[in-house]
């Protein structure tokens, strides 16, 4: 079959077989007509606000069938959905919404944004017609938001344009099957996940926000065979007590993909050992799609802590400060290379690539690769701590943190030393309890001395979101503004 924009290809499988379940939310079930029809109808509302082809129209939704019904009915005007929390602050939606520049703002409460607003729950006029509109393939797929290192928002333009065979299954996905969808949809993850089993005629089972044993239930009760997960998620899931796991058949589940950050290894090789080599999967990169590895659990167990080879026709290579190459085993800067070459992938607003002078663009990942070209992540550049002269990796001493029973989240970040430069501070989540004896006792097993944390703070709320994500410079940023 021909690719076809993706309005056209959902119309198409709607068209197939119309009374399909196509999205599975709590109690409700909408099929491909349903939500066909109304795409179709919020798309001419969208067009009497103004969209037009080329357009960008943010997306402030939470998870549900609003969120798919609005970014198709985008699509289908040529326009290129811009996905945000819905739980934004005020000033740091406004903040996107001044980067990205959208034709229409839907979701967000209807203050004066000088863009026309859409809010959450508005219907269509009845009057509109729920028929296909004409056909146009947008020049953008989706223009996903990142706030980076910086805390100050920037906009990734997906340059790839939104047409897919709908025929074709991608990403180890089987033709018919579910995708659980247990992350926020305005991370790209979950994003492309959710729509590359839409396009392709598979049933999508979408969660309003993570929770380990709904995760399992959904596995079970829905025949779930594909799932996207971030550490964080296979880390709660993991802690679950070993008869609640244990509980819920997931024989149907083919491939578990896990993305976003790097697994720590205790936790890779307990979901390895758990559900087999052949179905754990891991996938590196970035909205940017720059490059990108994948590896399987039965690789992984030969390269442990690898997060793969780069995916065909993508490259990568380890840079030190000075732009000069380094030999396998020795950490810096990862640098990727996308097949079409620079520029061919995204563009940004509101920021600038990280680029040598030949074209080679890094994601700010430090890491390094091993003789037989596996790529192993350290930590973000601009996380990584200095203390007393040794570099510490936030990301390894997090790993170690969390593989004590009682620990739900932590985050690791510097703090100003006169002695040291910066101590290593670690923010704990133990919702059991642990004192810091017991994990300075535990961590003395598995880290050096040097990058054991000289200071913990304990917190009572979770400190990475659904989608792995923590925000360390933030977390430094305010303890420095309250110590000052």
């Not at 357009?55 to 969120?67: E, H, K, Q, S």
């Not at 044993?213 to 829905?222: P, T, V, Y």
């Not at 997090?398 to 006169?418: F, K, M, N, Y």
Request: aromatic residues 8%; hydrophobic residues 40%.
């Amino acid at each position: 079959m021909p690719r076809l924009s993706y309005g056209r290809a959902c119309g198409w499988l709607a068209e197939q077989a119309p009374d399909a379940v196509a999205i599975v939310f709590g109690d409700e079930r909408v099929t491909r007509r349903q939500l066909e029809e109304r795409s179709n109808r919020l798309a001419r509302a969208y067009a009497e606000c103004g969209v037009k082809e080329g357009d960008r129209v943010t997306l402030a939704l939470p998870n549900g069938p609003d969120f798919f019904a609005a970014c198709l009915a985008a699509w289908k005007l040529g326009a290129t959905p811009n996905p945000v929390s819905a739980f934004l602050p005020e000033r740091e939606r406004r903040a996107i919404v001044a980067v990205a520049r959208p034709a229409l703002v839907v979701g967000a409460p209807e203050t004066d944004y000088d863009v026309p607003m859409w809010s959450a729950g508005r219907e269509p006029d009845a009057s509109l017609s729920d028929a296909p509109l004409p056909d146009v393939v947008p020049a953008c797929a989706r223009a996903m938001t990142s706030g980076g290192s910086t805390g100050q928002p920037k906009v990734i333009i997906e340059k790839t344009p939104a047409e897919c065979d709908p025929e074709q299954v991608e990403n180890r996905m089987r033709p018919g099957g579910t995708t659980l969808v247990p992350g926020p949809l305005y991370h790209a993850g979950p994003f492309i996940t959710a729509w590359q089993s839409l396009l392709c005629g598979r049933r999508i089972v979408v969660l309003d926000r993570f929770d380990p044993e709904r995760c399992l239930a959904a596995i079970q009760e829905h025949a779930v065979d594909w799932v996207l997960f971030v550490p964080t998620m296979m880390q709660r899931i993991w802690k679950l007590p070993d008869a609640t796991r244990r509980r819920y058949d997931l024989s149907s589940l083919d491939t578990v993909m896990c993305s976003g950050a790097p697994s720590p290894h205790w936790l890779k090789r307990a979901w390895i050992e758990w559900l087999g080599p052949e179905r754990i999967h891991e996938a590196y990169g970035g909205s940017e799609r720059i490059g990108g590895t994948t590896i399987s659990g039965s690789e992984w167990l030969a390269h442990p802590g690898s997060v793969g080879k780069p995916l065909p026709g993508r490259k990568l290579r380890i840079l030190d400060e000075a732009g000069r190459e380094l030999p396998p085993g020795e950490v810096g800067l990862v640098y990727m290379m996308p097949p079409g070459g620079q520029g061919s992938t995204y563009r940004y607003i509101g920021a600038e690539a990280q680029a040598t002078d030949d074209g080679w663009e890094t994601l700010g990942d430090l890491g390094y690769v091993d003789e037989a070209g596996y790529l192993y992540l350290a930590d973000r550049q601009t996380d990584m701590i200095v203390t007393g002269g040794a570099n510490v990796f936030p990301a390894e001493v997090e790993a170690a943190i969390d593989a004590h029973p009682a620990v739900r989240t932590s985050a690791v970040i510097g703090l100003p030393d006169d002695d040291l430069g910066q101590r290593v501070h670690a923010l704990v989540d133990a919702p059991d309890g642990v004192t810091e004896a017991e994990l300075v006792t535990h961590l003395g097993g598995h880290l050096a001395r040097y990058k054991i944390p000289r200071s913990f703070e304990f917190v009572a709320a979770p400190l990475r979101d659904d989608a792995g994500k923590v925000r360390r410079s933030a977390l430094r940023q305010e303890r420095m503004a309250a110590a000052s």
